[in-house]
């Protein structure tokens, strides 16, 4: 896994995101167990409390739970990873308009420009 952090976000934040892409791509598969919160830290380069917090964050979302004696598993809930799914792309969307309105592109012209890209590009 690699590990980028840029500055200005937390990085318990940066890992929660890391973990939410990796569980919405299927790279973590439902049920799949998570490695340790010290196996992480130090794969991550962040301290274990750090990583911790991230790992709490994603359970209090749903996302992952504990199994007592076991450790941490992505979770099965089906409505959990498409509301994961449905979040990440709005977000995709947002900044994605948000860039080309930056750029003088009206709404009405990202659209257009989106179902042109799509009939030559798209499948």
Excluded at 33 to 46: F, H, Q, T, Y
Excluded at 65 to 91: A, C, I, K, Q, W
């Amino acid at each position: 896994m690699a590990w980028e952090f840029k500055d200005g976000t937390p990085m318990y934040r940066q890992i929660v995101q890391i973990f939410e892409r990796k569980i919405a791509s299927g790279e973590y598969q439902p049920e799949e167990k998570i490695p340790s919160v010290r196996d992480l830290a130090m794969e991550a380069g962040v301290n274990p409390n750090t990583m911790q917090r991230a790992l709490s964050e994603l359970e209090s979302e749903g996302l992952v739970h504990t199994e007592r004696t076991n450790g941490r598993f992505v979770t099965s809930e089906p409505g959990v990873l498409d509301e994961l799914r449905r979040r990440l792309s709005y977000t995709c969307i947002q900044r994605f308009f948000r860039e080309l309105t930056e750029i003088g592109f009206t709404r009405p012209q990202i659209i257009e420009a989106v179902r042109n890209w799509n009939e030559r590009e798209g499948e």
